[in-house]
């Protein structure tokens, strides 16, 4: 048997072929949000069926059905087969499938715990789904969507144009080339490729740099790759792996879904970290949070502002005078219901060890449980959140202990008209923003980025991390599916600190991005800095709008809002870029009133 390298081709659309419509099955329901929302259909039992054809879609013809015991979850039909190759192979076939099927089994449904910290492990972009909050990346969400009991139909077909592999179009039903189980080992790759296709039950992903990012993609990773454990992660891995790269800040996977209102981040001083949680709980779910910080080397605290509302106890859970929170823990797994600190001795943190401990979670005790932990040598610097009644959403920013430095930020001038819904994307590392991803037909349908990785010093210059064309790091996008997939990086040495929005109507119709010298336009040498501009994608209009960072800051994220379109999806309606300066030092003063006023120093 012929081995795919690896991964395999697999990961890339020549061998896991994107299905021909994005319709996902399963009956609707109403959620509490009043959307409708799409479940997997079945009960416990899992059924697997193989369904032979000649043609390209699912078998008109089932009069015919063979069945066979199995040990799996349920029973395995396979249709009689009419194509001559798959009547020939039929026995192989099925053993495949029924060979690969308890692999799947075990680590989606029996223990999870490779594929939770796997997903963790990813940088996640590339879908929709069609439930409220589909932005949501919640790792414990995805995983227990994937083990969702759903009756498995599998047609042996070959395809017209020779594609070896399998398709689904709702992810209930897929088509596999009946030399796929000679391309893919009967463990673990072939029971990641029936996953990948499973997915698109909730998920799809685009075509372009983002289709490894997308949910479906690193299903099948997750999986496959258990077969090849000990080959070295090919280089253009380091996009997609946040392991693969080590930074002095790091963003965690979120907790929680896309639903209430985005509440501006919140930071610890340059020199302090958070120590805890305070806020309040009515015992079932989090109504409101704050971060606790605190001085290295000092028992002093102070809290940042508290978001959500106060319904319920007070709460207040923080580590102990000589510790420092690295992470956070909690409950819930389709939603934020609990949230605690994971706390370490602050020397262990220093030296890059230590053995965390849990504080109390507040909000409600009832359903799983969740982990994030910062990378060593870092603790929790900041809170990035939603809340409105209640908190539902939290991402965790980690720093260095030993690179304390302040989180100057703030959004520029915001390039938009209308929009129903808003997301916020930032850079995972300490980075900045070197390229924009787009899907564009007559407008920009879909938009994302790419971050490159920078290191400061004492002073207040920013260097790149590494000049390799394959060092970027992608940041999330959001919107419908375009056309014309298009990745345009700034040139070498050169980060993006402005863009150029042009809008028809209430719709983004075009975009480009503008650049200059990473290294010149941190130091404030502004006027020396060589610049460019990325071409446009979509179209220019009559209307346009050009919204940049002060001098010395560059993009390192944006808050995008999103609207309905005609296919069900969204347009994107506007940008306000995030702008930060790096550096120990202080570069900027701002006038707190108005975000226009910048003294260098």
């Known amino acids: 048997?012929?081995?795919?390298?690896?991964?395999?081709?697999?990961?890339?659309?020549?061998?896991?072929?994107?299905?021909?419509?994005?319709?996902?099955?399963?009956?609707?329901?109403?959620?509490?949000?009043?959307?409708?929302?799409?479940?997997?259909?079945?009960?416990?039992?899992?059924?697997?069926?193989?369904?032979?054809?000649?043609?390209?879609?699912?078998?008109?013809?089932?009069?015919?059905?063979?069945?066979?015991?199995?040990?799996?979850?349920?029973?395995?039909?396979?249709?009689?087969?009419?194509?001559?190759?798959?009547?020939?192979?039929?026995?192989?076939?099925?053993?495949?499938?029924?060979?690969?099927?308890?692999?799947?089994?075990?680590?989606?449904?029996?223990?999870?715990?490779?594929?939770?910290?796997?997903?963790?492990?990813?940088?996640?972009?590339?879908?929709?789904?069609?439930?409220?909050?589909?932005?949501?990346?919640?790792?414990?969400?995805?995983?227990?969507?994937?083990?969702?009991?759903?009756?498995?139909?599998?047609?042996?077909?070959?395809?017209?144009?020779?594609?070896?592999?399998?398709?689904?179009?709702?992810?209930?039903?897929?088509?596999?080339?009946?030399?796929?189980?000679?391309?893919?080992?009967?463990?673990?790759?072939?029971?990641?490729?029936?996953?990948?296709?499973?997915?698109?039950?909730?998920?799809?992903?685009?075509?372009?740099?983002?289709?490894?990012?997308?949910?479906?993609?690193?299903?099948?990773?997750?999986?496959?790759?258990?077969?090849?454990?000990?080959?070295?992660?090919?280089?253009?891995?380091?996009?997609?792996?946040?392991?693969?790269?080590?930074?002095?800040?790091?963003?965690?996977?979120?907790?929680?879904?896309?639903?209430?209102?985005?509440?501006?981040?919140?930071?610890?001083?340059?020199?302090?970290?958070?120590?805890?949680?305070?806020?309040?709980?009515?015992?079932?779910?989090?109504?409101?949070?704050?971060?606790?910080?605190?001085?290295?080397?000092?028992?002093?605290?102070?809290?940042?502002?508290?978001?959500?509302?106060f319904n319920g106890t007070y709460y207040r859970n923080t580590c102990t005078s000589s510790e420092v929170a690295v992470g956070a823990w909690g409950r819930g797994v389709h939603e934020l219901d609990a949230i605690g600190a994971v706390c370490a001795q602050e020397a262990d943190v220093r030296n890059g060890g230590g053995a965390p401990q849990r504080t109390p979670a507040a909000g409600g005790q009832v359903s799983g449980i969740w982990e994030r932990q910062c990378p060593p040598f870092q603790a929790l610097k900041g809170l990035r959140l939603r809340a409105g009644n209640q908190v539902d959403r939290v991402e965790l920013v980690c720093q260095d202990v030993r690179l304390p430095e302040e989180m100057r930020q703030h959004p520029a001038a915001a390039a938009s008209t209308t929009g129903d819904f808003s997301y916020r994307e930032q850079c995972q590392d300490h980075a900045v923003l070197t390229a924009l991803e787009t899907g564009a037909d007559t407008n920009i349908r879909r938009l994302g980025a790419y971050c490159r990785i920078v290191d400061t010093g004492a002073g207040t210059a920013v260097t790149l991390r590494d000049s390799d064309p394959k060092r970027y790091r992608i940041m999330a996008s959001h919107g419908a599916w375009g056309t014309n997939p298009a990745l345009d990086e700034c040139p070498a040495g050169q980060g993006l600190i402005g863009l150029k929005v042009y809008f028809d109507g209430d719709v983004m119709a075009g975009i480009s991005g503008h650049c200059a010298s990473i290294s010149d336009w941190s130091s404030g040498a502004t006027s020396a800095a060589a610049v460019s501009d990325t071409p446009v994608r979509g179209r220019v209009t009559n209307s346009s709008d050009s919204p940049a960072c002060l001098p010395s800051e560059f993009l390192v994220g944006w808050t995008l809002k999103e609207g309905p379109a005609p296919d069900g999806f969204g347009f994107i309606h506007g940008v306000t870029p995030i702008c930060r300066s790096f550096g120990i030092l202080p570069l900027c003063v701002y006038d707190s009133s108005t975000y226009g006023s910048c003294v260098l120093q």
């Open 1 to 309: 048997m012929a081995l795919p390298k690896w991964p395999c081709p697999g990961r890339r659309a020549d061998c896991l072929k994107a299905p021909k419509t994005k319709n996902r099955g399963g009956p609707p329901y109403t959620s509490e949000f009043g959307m409708s929302i799409r479940r997997r259909a079945g009960t416990l039992a899992v059924v697997m069926s193989a369904l032979f054809s000649l043609s390209s879609g699912c078998s008109s013809n089932r009069n015919e059905v063979e069945q066979s015991s199995s040990a799996l979850n349920g029973s395995l039909f396979f249709d009689e087969p009419t194509d001559s190759v798959c009547i020939a192979r039929r026995a192989e076939f099925q053993a495949a499938f029924q060979a690969a099927w308890p692999y799947l089994i075990a680590e989606v449904k029996t223990d999870p715990t490779r594929l939770t910290a796997c997903f963790k492990d990813a940088l996640l972009s590339g879908f929709v789904d069609q439930r409220p909050g589909s932005g949501s990346t919640f790792v414990e969400d995805i995983v227990s969507r994937l083990g969702e009991d759903l009756p498995t139909h599998i047609l042996c077909a070959p395809y017209s144009d020779g594609f070896v592999g399998c398709s689904s179009s709702d992810g209930q039903h897929l088509q596999c080339d009946p030399h796929v189980i000679d391309n893919y080992p009967h463990d673990y790759p072939l029971a990641g490729l029936v996953l990948h296709e499973l997915s698109h039950h909730y998920w799809d992903h685009p075509s372009g740099d983002e289709y490894n990012a997308s949910i479906p993609s690193v299903a099948y990773m997750c999986i496959a790759t258990l077969h090849w454990v000990s080959t070295p992660v090919p280089a253009d891995e380091y996009a997609y792996r946040r392991s693969l790269a080590s930074s002095a800040e790091t963003t965690l996977p979120q907790v929680g879904l896309e639903l209430e209102s985005l509440i501006e981040p919140t930071y610890c001083a340059t020199n302090d970290y958070v120590s805890g949680f305070y806020g309040s709980s009515s015992g079932l779910a989090v109504d409101s949070l704050g971060a606790v910080c605190k001085t290295l080397g000092s028992s002093a605290t102070t809290t940042l502002p508290i978001a959500g509302s």
